[in-house]
């Protein structure tokens, strides 16, 4: 029985609770967002903290364009035919960047299939664009798939941003319902292919969408394998009645218990929590043995 939007606020838990986005620094982003013209993935995803996000006056750009080739069962942006791509497109994210003076941002981007290089030009263009503009800004890419194909992940590896991430997003039985035209084992390709690259890499799982526990954890240990460094978990949530549905709201105490997990499989930096999303708290993510190293100070602090 599909959930309905009142069944979704009813049965919504109180550990969900998100900040209204309010301050001076919100809209001065808001602000910068609109003059620049920039798509934002905090927008066109519903993110829950982007409030919090950019009221410390940071965002994520989503980059190609605001229409997927894609059509995920679980995303807010809207599928359909893209519009010709914007080659002024790297040279505005780099003057928005500057303009924010951020010390740290994240790009992501649509999927862009019906290109041959599957947007990678644009994106090698964009990082440079923003080292060039802003050399005292550290940058994570979160990247499509682009099905695997080398030449088009070289792209992104040669320009070298400190991070690169690619959500793998749930676990692989459930991988064709939510993620339609992508496959779980081509994103655990892209991963791979990015670690012997040398990049620090990064990925995300949803949780709530029927998956065990025991599916997560071998998801977790899959993206290990990988080469990932960097995971991040979170609570999914239902954009609209057209999405799929929450299947389960998961309590404060199972993220803790799978960032303990994912510390112990070997990961540098495990974020696990209800409103987390692949770029909350990035800035502390392009940092080696930063959450690794908390993570066994809190524990002798508690032995």
Same mark, same amino acid.
């Given at each position: 029985?599909?959930?309905?939007?009142? +069944?979704?606020?009813?049965?919504?838990?109180?550990?969900?609770?998100?900040?209204?986005?309010?301050?001076?620094?919100?809209?001065?982003?808001?602000?910068?967002?609109?003059?620049?013209?920039?798509?934002?993935?905090?927008?066109?995803?519903?993110?829950?903290?982007?409030?919090?996000?950019?009221?410390?006056?940071?965002?994520?750009?989503?980059?190609?364009? =605001?229409?997927?080739?894609?059509?995920?069962?679980?995303?807010?942006?809207?599928?359909?035919?893209?519009?010709?791509?914007?080659? +002024?497109?790297? /040279?505005?994210?780099?003057?928005?960047?500057?303009?924010?003076?951020?010390?740290?941002?994240?790009?992501?981007?649509? +999927?862009?299939?019906?290109?041959?290089?599957?947007?990678?030009?644009?994106?090698?263009?964009?990082?440079?664009?923003?080292?060039?503009?802003?050399?005292?800004?550290?940058?994570?890419?979160?990247?499509?798939?682009?099905?695997?194909?080398?030449? =088009?992940?070289a792209r992104v590896i040669e320009a070298?941003?400190?991070?690169?991430?690619?959500?793998?997003?749930?676990?692989?039985?459930?991988?064709?319902?939510?993620?339609?035209?992508?496959?779980?084992?081509?994103?655990?390709?892209?991963?791979?292919?990015?670690?012997?690259?040398?990049?620090?890499?990064?990925?995300?799982i949803m949780l709530g969408l029927g998956?065990?526990?025991?599916?997560?954890?071998?998801?977790?240990?899959?993206?290990? =394998?990988?080469?990932? +460094?960097?995971?991040?978990?979170? /609570?999914?949530? /239902?954009?609209?009645?057209?999405?799929?549905?929450?299947?389960?709201?998961?309590?404060?105490?199972?993220?803790?218990?799978? /960032?303990?997990?994912?510390?112990?499989?070997?990961?540098?930096?495990?974020?696990?929590?209800?409103?987390?999303?692949?770029?909350?708290?990035?800035?502390?993510?392009?940092?080696?043995?930063?959450?690794?190293?908390e993570w066994l100070r809190k524990k002798?602090?508690?032995?």
């Amino acid at each position: 029985m599909e959930t309905t939007e009142k +069944d979704y606020k009813i049965n919504k838990p109180n550990w969900l609770r998100v900040k209204l986005p309010i301050g001076e620094n919100y809209k001065h982003v808001r602000g910068l967002v609109d003059t620049h013209k920039l798509h934002t993935i905090c927008e066109s995803g519903n993110c829950p903290n982007m409030g919090e996000c950019w009221g410390e006056g940071t965002a994520t750009f989503m980059i190609l364009g =605001n229409i997927c080739t894609r059509s995920c069962g679980f995303c807010a942006v809207a599928t359909g035919r893209p519009e010709a791509v914007d080659w +002024d497109e790297p /040279q505005r994210v780099a003057e928005a960047i500057h303009l924010m003076k951020v010390k740290h941002a994240v790009i992501t981007s649509v +999927d862009r299939d019906e290109l041959k290089d599957g947007g990678s030009i644009i994106w090698q263009n964009t990082i440079r664009a923003v080292k060039a503009l802003n050399p005292g800004t550290t940058l994570e890419t979160l990247i499509p798939d682009f099905k695997a194909e080398k030449d =088009n992940i070289a792209r992104v590896i040669e320009a070298a941003p400190e991070v690169v991430s690619h959500n793998i997003e749930t676990v692989e039985r459930l991988t064709r319902q939510v993620r339609i035209q992508a496959k779980y084992w081509r994103s655990m390709e892209t991963l791979n292919i990015l670690k012997e690259g040398g990049m620090r890499t990064k990925s995300g799982i949803m949780l709530g969408l029927g998956e065990t526990k025991e599916e997560v954890v071998q998801t977790m240990t899959d993206l290990y =394998n990988s080469g990932v +460094d960097v995971i991040t978990l979170g /609570q999914y949530l /239902q954009p609209t009645k057209k999405h799929l549905p929450v299947m389960r709201f998961v309590h404060p105490d199972e993220f803790a218990e799978l /960032q303990e997990i994912g510390y112990n499989l070997g990961f540098d930096y495990v974020e696990s929590g209800p409103l987390v999303r692949s770029s909350y708290h990035s800035e502390r993510h392009v940092i080696p043995g930063y959450g690794r190293g908390e993570w066994l100070r809190k524990k002798e602090a508690a032995s």
